[in-house]
């Protein structure tokens, strides 16, 4: 893996959560994207080199409604940039991590995305990304 990619944070409502991660962060939104086939809507903000992610529920059925339900607000993922994605699937399934979805899918942020279960992460939801690279 080779850094950090983004924190992603669930909120139960972007339009007020954008402004208030704004003036925590002292810059503005520069990326607001729908993924329809998770029922998500996402917003990304800079922090120097790191990414935030605010995501939003847009079906009360999505994996993050379900995460508000249960968890309420806050940190949802770490996110983790990866050069070749199925590989580190491989890599890390060898290890002995349950990986959620074994085939990555396209998530926000022109990115390919894969969790690992966080029953085998200390609690915490990991997601690698790779960058989709176009041509």
Do not use: W
């Not at 992603?8 to 339009?15: H, Q, R, S, T």
């Not at 800079?46 to 379900?66: C, Q, V, Y």
Request: with cysteine.
């Amino acid at each position: 893996m080779e850094k950090i990619e983004h924190i992603g944070i669930a909120v139960k409502d972007l339009e007020a959560s954008n402004p208030l991660f704004a003036k925590l962060l002292g810059v503005p939104q520069y990326k607001m994207e729908e993924v329809a086939t998770e029922g998500v809507r996402t917003s990304f903000f800079m922090s120097g080199p790191n990414k935030i992610e605010l995501l939003e529920a847009t079906n009360p059925d999505s994996p993050i409604a379900k995460f508000l339900e249960k968890k309420g607000e806050g940190i949802h993922h770490v996110a983790f940039a990866v050069d070749d994605i199925v590989s580190e699937i491989a890599r890390l399934k060898q290890e002995g991590f349950q990986i959620l979805n074994e085939t990555p899918k396209k998530g926000a942020d022109n990115k390919l995305v894969a969790f690992l279960h966080p029953k085998g992460t200390n609690g915490v939801l990991v997601e690698l990304c790779q960058e989709i690279k176009e041509g």
